[in-house]
């Protein structure tokens, strides 16, 4: 299983970005989908997370700025930056936990990372 990031760039503040991640490979199903970032010095956060029925969960930092999507017939998950400001800069993983094998049990998988720069 791999999973593909792409639409990260340099956006001036205010600008707007959409991530796109898709997951490729054997595998049965999908569960949970997330994106997470690292900026330089920094630990990994949360960004984002959807379940496969939708719903969504945001920290403070984003909220109201960032939307996660997905298409479940795509194996894709989207994130969608609108109001970037220049601390949305970081590397962006997308993450998602992905049902395989026999017996089917869960997996996780991170994208290679996509990087997000907020700079006037």
């Known amino acids: 299983v791999q999973l593909q990031a792409s639409g990260g760039g340099l956006v001036q503040p205010g600008g707007s970005l959409r991530l796109s991640c898709a997951a490729s490979?054997?595998?049965?199903?999908?569960?949970?989908m997330a994106w997470y970032r690292q900026a330089p010095g920094k630990q990994r956060e949360l960004v984002a997370t959807i379940t496969s029925g939708g719903s969504t969960n945001y920290p403070d930092s984003v909220k109201g700025r960032f939307t996660i999507s997905r298409d479940n017939a795509e194996n894709t998950v989207y994130l969608q930056m609108n109001s970037l400001k220049p601390e949305d800069t970081a590397v962006y993983y997308c993450?998602?936990?992905?049902?395989?094998?026999?017996?089917?049990?869960?997996?996780?998988?991170w994208g290679q990372g996509t990087q997000v720069t907020v700079s006037s």
């Open positions: 490979g054997s595998f049965f199903s999908i569960n949970a």
């Open positions: 993450n998602a936990v992905v049902v395989r094998g026999a017996p089917r049990l869960p997996y996780e998988y």
